[in-house]
């Protein structure tokens, strides 16, 4: 009988190596099929049927759904499916292919794309977030099926979704499409503590509107980057007012009290102009607002839309053509799994015997696709990951070594998922 951490051991070179075929794929939104097929070639040598699920169009009219931020056409979910005659539980392994632009490469210690291995770390953009959970979960497939060729009691989907990282319509798509299960456990970055819930958010576009001109005549003109100050003020003021509101415990939520600020308002992006000598007709702001549980997104929206008519009320010009707001991505709301769940006291059981301790179970200011199984499906969900550091910034990582820690915990979990007991 093969032992389960030698065999995760052994195969752990072979996981590496796909981790830097995923990475070497840029799978920014709408650019996501590269990664997508080296996942669909894995999986399949696996045993798994594959599935490429094409995201309807109409997606963003699905009242759950975010703002879509590209066409769907050529873009697809890829599922992984692999079926047992013993008609046992089911499971839903959950992840995203798409990743972050890498802002300032020339920032970067390496090329983002270019994966590299520095001192136990494979730094690359996505290696983190969250390219790393994928192999982590593969290598715990591959590694039970060497031990125990029939450890599979049930049915099992792996299901690559797109736009995670935007809208979460992806994991939408694949849910209205039939791929569910008694549970879904997702491989987001989590540092190898079990993640029960997040946030509600929403994204929102600002644009406002200047007159444009020659520099030589710019008393003439209106620049609209002059707003961009007093709304990011206004903004900043929103932010400080929620959180202030949850430490006063007038709109406490309790599952969030260990997060000191759990309502962020971030500037993702402004852009205006494109010559020094000409005032820009426009500028536009992109913001993601997290927000309080009992503001649905509509009403968090109309909060953020009364912050910015404070700020411009003083500016005849903006009185009179006011900014206008539109949603531009996620419309997310909070969620937060039942830590007495079965979920996840098997993964806890699973974590505590590979680490000797218990996991933590945290909460986080922000969000996962976890909360589409739990909100829209009725199925409980959690999330569980390798460590990382710098997700989303420059010279983004994830530690080698929790990879493989995080597949033992994963490996002994689907064990008692379906049936079986721990070998370790």
Same mark, same amino acid.
């Given at each position: 009988?093969?032992?389960?951490?030698?065999?995760?051991?052994?195969? *752990?070179?072979?996981?590496?190596?796909?981790?830097?075929?995923?990475?070497?794929?840029?799978?920014?939104?709408?650019?996501?099929?590269?990664?997508?097929?080296?996942?669909?070639?894995?999986?399949?040598?696996?045993?798994?049927?594959?599935?490429?699920?094409?995201?309807?169009?109409?997606?963003?009219?699905?009242?759950?759904?975010?703002?879509?931020?590209?066409?769907?056409?050529?873009?697809?979910?890829?599922?992984?499916?692999? $079926?047992?005659? *013993?008609?046992?539980?089911?499971?839903?392994? /959950?992840?995203?292919?798409?990743?972050?632009?890498?802002?300032?490469?020339?920032?970067?210690?390496?090329?983002?794309?270019?994966?590299?291995?520095?001192?136990?770390?494979?730094?690359?953009?996505?290696?983190?977030?969250?390219?790393?959970?994928?192999?982590?979960?593969?290598?715990?497939?591959?590694?039970?099926?060497?031990?125990?060729?029939?450890?599979?009691?049930?049915?099992?989907?792996?299901?690559?979704?797109?736009?995670?990282?935007?809208?979460? /319509?992806?994991?939408?798509?694949?849910?209205?499409?039939?791929?569910?299960?008694?549970?879904?456990?997702?491989?987001?970055?989590?540092?190898?503590?079990?993640?029960?819930?997040?946030?509600?958010?929403?994204?929102?576009?600002?644009?406002?509107?200047?007159?444009?001109?020659?520099?030589?005549?710019?008393?003439?003109?209106? /620049?609209?980057?002059?707003?961009?100050?007093?709304?990011?003020?206004?903004?900043?003021?929103?932010?400080?007012?929620?959180?202030?509101?949850?430490?006063?415990?007038?709109? $406490?939520?309790?599952?969030?009290?260990?997060?000191?600020?759990?309502?962020?308002?971030?500037?993702?992006?402004?852009?205006?102009?494109?010559?020094?000598?000409?005032?820009?007709?426009?500028?536009?702001?992109?913001?993601?607002?997290?927000?309080?549980?009992?503001?649905?997104?509509?009403?968090?929206?109309?909060?953020?839309?009364?912050?910015?008519?404070?700020?411009?009320?003083?500016?005849?010009?903006?009185?009179?053509?006011?900014?206008?707001?539109?949603?531009?991505?996620?419309?997310?709301?909070?969620?937060?799994?039942?830590?007495?769940?079965?979920?996840?006291?098997?993964?806890?059981?699973?974590?505590?015997?590979?680490?000797?301790?218990?996991?933590?179970?945290?909460?986080?200011?922000?969000?996962?696709?976890? $909360?589409?199984?739990?909100?829209?499906?009725?199925?409980?969900?959690?999330?569980?990951?390798?460590?990382?550091? /710098?997700?989303?910034?420059?010279?983004?990582?994830?530690?080698?070594?929790?990879?493989?820690?995080?597949?033992?915990?994963?490996?002994?979990?689907?064990?008692?998922?379906?049936?079986?007991?721990?070998?370790?």
């Amino acid at each position: 009988m093969h032992d389960l951490d030698g065999v995760l051991a052994a195969a *752990a070179p072979r996981a590496f190596e796909v981790l830097e075929r995923l990475v070497a794929e840029p799978s920014t939104i709408g650019h996501e099929s590269g990664a997508q097929e080296v996942l669909a070639r894995e999986l399949a040598s696996a045993g798994f049927d594959i599935t490429r699920l094409e995201i309807p169009s109409e997606i963003g009219s699905d009242p759950s759904a975010g703002v879509p931020r590209a066409s769907y056409a050529g873009r697809y979910d890829l599922i992984g499916e692999r $079926r047992s005659s *013993a008609g046992g539980r089911t499971l839903v392994i /959950n992840g995203h292919m798409d990743v972050v632009p890498a802002d300032d490469t020339s920032r970067w210690t390496n090329p983002p794309f270019e994966p590299t291995r520095v001192d136990g770390w494979l730094v690359g953009r996505g290696a983190g977030d969250m390219k790393g959970g994928f192999v982590a979960g593969l290598l715990a497939i591959w590694a039970l099926d060497e031990i125990d060729p029939s450890w599979l009691t049930g049915d099992l989907a792996f299901v690559s979704v797109i736009e995670e990282e935007a809208t979460g /319509n992806g994991t939408l798509a694949a849910g209205r499409a039939g791929y569910l299960g008694d549970a879904a456990l997702l491989l987001e970055p989590t540092d190898l503590n079990v993640l029960l819930g997040g946030i509600s958010l929403i994204w929102v576009q600002i644009e406002i509107e200047g007159r444009a001109g020659h520099a030589e005549a710019a008393l003439d003109s209106v /620049n609209p980057i002059s707003a961009v100050f007093p709304i990011i003020e206004a903004l900043e003021g929103l932010e400080r007012d929620m959180n202030e509101e949850h430490a006063d415990g007038a709109v $406490r939520d309790e599952a969030f009290a260990a997060i000191e600020h759990p309502y962020n308002v971030n500037i993702g992006t402004v852009n205006a102009g494109d010559w020094a000598s000409s005032v820009p007709s426009v500028a536009r702001l992109e913001v993601r607002v997290g927000h309080p549980r009992h503001w649905s997104s509509e009403q968090a929206f109309e909060q953020v839309r009364a912050a910015v008519s404070t700020a411009t009320a003083q500016s005849e010009w903006l009185r009179d053509h006011p900014p206008v707001l539109t949603m531009s991505g996620y419309r997310a709301e909070r969620y937060l799994q039942d830590p007495q769940g079965e979920i996840v006291t098997t993964l806890a059981d699973a974590h505590n015997e590979v680490h000797g301790a218990p996991p933590e179970l945290v909460t986080i200011g922000s969000t996962t696709d976890a $909360r589409f199984y739990l909100n829209q499906f009725g199925m409980p969900a959690v999330a569980y990951g390798p460590r990382t550091r /710098n997700m989303h910034g420059t010279d983004e990582a994830v530690e080698l070594s929790s990879i493989v820690d995080c597949s033992r915990t994963i490996a002994r979990f689907l064990q008692r998922w379906y049936g079986g007991s721990a070998r370790s």
